[in-house]
């Protein structure tokens, strides 16, 4: 199956202090690698490669308008942004029962039938595109001497859906006997960056309290307690924060001149008020503890000015013991090629810890990508 599109495209008009830009596109909020607190207005295709690549290339644009405000002689430097999606409402993106990525056969213990019953039961219930889906927010920043900040607020639909019995699609052999929904939910938090001249170090936080998340029930085998299902998804409040720091460190014996770059973040997760004996959360290796731990580690540097990037990034979960290691060397001899040879761990329990790693766990790779940007159009 093939298929082609243009991926990104807008009109951007500039009149004074503002900028408004229409059509599909991607937004970037926040100040977090590799996790998503304040970043949540696009979803994510993970259906090729699952490790986290650079966001701006698994981002799947949408449909919107985006309009900035930057304030005129503002001491603090006070930027206002409002964005709205009118009808254009897409989940994450996962692999097709069968390929590599897939969520929903051979990594939840499920063959492939079923796998795929599933898949397309969820697209039978995506909602359809029109001002129902209504998703948009707005956020404002401001600078307080060395502190680069934002307060923003954002209502949605739930990006990766719930799943609950539906005792008429029983009668339907081609569906799964389950219906997805996908509700809306709002996400209130802040952000922000500073540098600390005396460490030379960048710290950077995020906070997100999410009201209304939705948590699927239990439909399989989960730690012993069986299948049960049940008619309707759960509901809880959720908060979550990241605190994180950048450091360019100078190792003479390792690099004599360019330094090593290195990014750390911890981030930690609640579910304020959920029944776990009924509900999933995917936070621990029992799937229903109401908190997870996340730590993330990332160390690269560059050699002959530039064209050579070696790479080393970890991601683990404490509280299901799960995550991966991407390692990778590129050569990046323009700016327009870049070719990366590297090896990709993961590790997981079988039990879907953390949601992807335990289905993702059988796709440790040797891996070499080859990269070309041949086009930008600027009008």
């Avoid at 004074?16 to 977090?32: H, L």
């Avoid at 390692?327 to 997981?348: C, E, H, Q, R, V």
């Avoid at 993702?360 to 070309?372: E, S």
């Amino acid at each position: 199956e093939t298929d082609f599109d243009f991926r990104e495209y807008y009109l951007t008009y500039t009149p004074g202090n503002s900028v408004t830009k229409a059509g599909s596109q991607q937004i970037a909020w926040g100040e977090a690698d590799a996790l998503r607190l304040a970043d949540v207005i696009n979803p994510l295709d993970l259906s090729w490669y699952w490790s986290f690549p650079s966001w701006e290339e698994i981002r799947i644009p949408l449909t919107m308008l985006d309009v900035v405000y930057n304030l005129p002689d503002s001491k603090y430097d006070f930027r206002f942004e409002g964005v709205w999606v009118p009808a254009d409402f897409r989940p994450h993106q996962f692999g097709a029962p069968g390929s590599n990525w897939s969520l929903y056969s051979g990594g939840f213990g499920l063959p492939d039938f079923v796998g795929t019953a599933i898949y397309d039961q969820m697209r039978e219930d995506l909602p359809t595109n029109d001002l129902r889906n209504g998703q948009g927010g707005v956020r404002v920043s401001g600078k307080f001497g060395e502190w680069d900040t934002s307060l923003f607020g954002y209502y949605q639909r739930d990006q990766i859906g719930v799943a609950t019995l539906d005792p008429q699609n029983t009668l339907n052999p081609q569906l799964y006997p389950f219906k997805w929904d996908f509700p809306h939910i709002m996400n209130i938090g802040g952000t922000f960056n500073m540098y600390s001249s005396m460490l030379e170090t960048v710290f950077r936080g995020e906070a997100a309290y999410v009201i209304d998340q939705p948590f699927g029930t239990n439909l399989g085998s989960n730690d012993g307690k069986g299948f049960a299902p049940v008619t309707e998804y759960g509901e809880s409040d959720t908060f979550a924060f990241m605190v994180g720091f950048d450091k360019n460190i100078m190792l003479p014996w390792a690099n004599r001149t360019k330094s090593f770059y290195i990014s750390g973040q911890w981030f930690n997760k609640w579910a304020l008020n959920l029944d776990t004996d009924k509900y999933l959360t995917f936070m621990g290796n029992n799937d229903a503890k109401t908190y997870q731990t996340v730590g993330s580690l990332m160390v690269n540097t560059e050699y002959f000015e530039g064209k050579i990037i070696p790479q080393v990034l970890g991601v683990h979960f404490f509280t299901s013991g799960s995550g991966f290691f991407d390692g990778s060397l590129t050569y990046k001899p323009n700016y327009t090629f870049s070719i990366a040879a590297g090896i990709l761990k993961i590790w997981g329990n079988d039990n879907q810890a953390g949601l992807y790693f335990g289905p993702m766990k059988r796709n440790d790779q040797l891996y070499l990508k080859a990269k070309w940007s041949f086009l930008r159009a600027t009008f």
